[in-house]
Structure formats: C-alpha cells, structure tokens
C-alpha cells in the first residue's frame, strides 16, 4: 500500500512543477485524495458491497469534488490535475500513466446494461472540459483537446479537438508551409501560424484549398501561354482580388508578421 502510495505522489512530480513538496501533494492535492478513496471503493464493489460503496464514493465526491463510480477500474499512476468536476463512469476503464484535468466526463450515451463507458489505454492525456463518450477506445499515448467532445475511437498517439472531436494533424512538408505563407500573405489570410504542439484542423483544411487554388494558378498559367503561342492574347494581367474589409486585412497581415518575427 505504501508503495503504490509513493508511486502517486512520484506522478504528481513528474506531471505537475507546482508540487513542491510530499507534504503539500499529500494534503493539497483533491485528485489523489480522489484515487485512494476509489480504490478502497473498488474492493468493496467487487465484494458485493454496493451500497457501502457507493455511499463512500458519494462522500468522497462531497470532499473532492471528483466523482468516481466504484466500478471503474482504474490502473497506476493515474493523475487527475486540479479535479473539480471530473465524472468517471461505471464501466469506464483506465490504463497507466493516465492524466485528466477538471471539468472532464468519461461517460455513456445509453441506458442499455453491459459496457457504456470509454477505455483510456496507457498514457492517455485529457484536457480541461473534454467529453468522451460511449463505449470507445482512446488508444495508447493519444492527446485529447480541452472541451472537445469524442464520441469516436481515438487511434494511438493522435491529438484530437473540436466538437465533435477531430484528428488534428498540422505536419507539413517545409517548401509546403512556405508556399502556404505565401499565398496567405498575397490573399490577405494568415491561418498558419501553428505548430504540432498546437494543431488546427480548421487551419489544415484551408491549407489544402490553399494547395488547390495553387494548383489551379499554375494550370491556368499554362493554359494562357499555350492560347498565346497560338496567337491568342490571353492572361497579360490577371485582376487582382478585392476585399472590402482593409483593417481586417491589414490587421491579419501585421500579426502575421509579428509571430514571424517572434519564432
């Protein structure tokens, strides 16, 4: 019992650089206080005690704010940052190495009996306000943005966000993220300015129309000089385009700059 006792405390400083000291984590920390109590609730369900078990996860809930059913099971080294709001269903599953942050709800979508909840396999990371919902699986080492709702099997090492939850990807080849600057800064739109610390699916998706509108500028070029070689006299100026909001323009094209210079 000591042992794993220490081992929570030890992910506490592994997780968050506000610890500062055992002490402190053993009595400040809600999300510890948490686990421990669901573990001792998790013994008495699966002994058959369940309303003994179930009072007590009312009482820790009361006393945490965490509100653990006491059939969840739950492995080591299992980390819910801050705490308050969190909600873990019955037949939720959780592997090693796991963190969560406040505010999130590993919940179900049916009144059906048998399996409602989600898995997190090892290494899964939650953030503040996300929702994940339904008997799916959240596969080994995968992210999942504040506030998102999932309601879809999340595949390994995956960031997903947005509602409903999305698998972000911003990695692109560098000559196609500069081309994509490029033709942002001449349309007046800078949607790139993110990393895969911080992907944007929004922003991906514009970036392949962006590759699109590009390819379809170089086909056009080609067209116009074969029409000219023939004798036409096609594309010697194309019109440039015209947007009417200038500060809106203008104020896209100053930031863009700014985090170029801030990089």
């Not at 609730?41 to 002994?47: A, E, G, K």
């Not at 509100?67 to 019955?90: C, K, L, N, S």
Request: hydrophobic share 40%; net charge neutral; with cysteine.
């Amino acid at each position: 019992m000591f042992k794993r006792l220490r081992e929570d405390i030890n992910s506490v400083y592994a997780r968050d650089p506000a610890a500062r000291n055992w002490f402190e984590v053993l009595t400040t920390y809600p999300g510890l206080h948490a686990i421990w109590w669901h573990r001792m609730n998790h013994r008495l369900w699966n002994w058959r005690f369940y309303w003994l078990a179930r009072f007590l996860s009312t009482v820790a809930r009361w006393l945490t704010g965490i509100e653990i059913h006491p059939g969840a099971r739950i492995g080591r080294r299992f980390f819910i940052d801050h705490g308050m709001g969190v909600v873990i269903g019955e037949t939720a599953e959780i592997g090693d190495d796991v963190t969560i942050y406040h505010g999130v709800t590993l919940g179900g979508t049916s009144w059906n009996q048998g399996k409602r909840h989600p898995t997190l396999e090892d290494g899964v990371v939650i953030g503040a306000g996300a929702k994940v919902l339904g008997p799916i699986v959240v596969a080994k080492n995968a992210r999942i943005g504040s506030n998102a709702v999932v309601v879809k099997d999340v595949p390994s090492e995956a960031t997903v966000v947005g509602i409903p939850a999305r698998v972000a990807n911003s990695k692109v080849a560098p000559e196609v993220s500069k081309r994509r600057a490029e033709m942002a800064k001449q349309y007046g739109f800078d949607a790139y300015a993110i990393s895969p610390d911080n992907p944007d699916p929004v922003a991906t998706a514009i970036g392949r129309m962006l590759d699109h509108v590009h390819l379809l500028d170089q086909k056009v070029a080609d067209l116009c000089c074969a029409v000219n070689k023939l004798g036409g006299n096609v594309c010697e100026e194309i019109p440039e385009v015209e947007l009417d909001d200038m500060d809106f323009i203008t104020a896209e094209q100053e930031a863009a700059e700014r985090r170029k210079r801030d990089q």
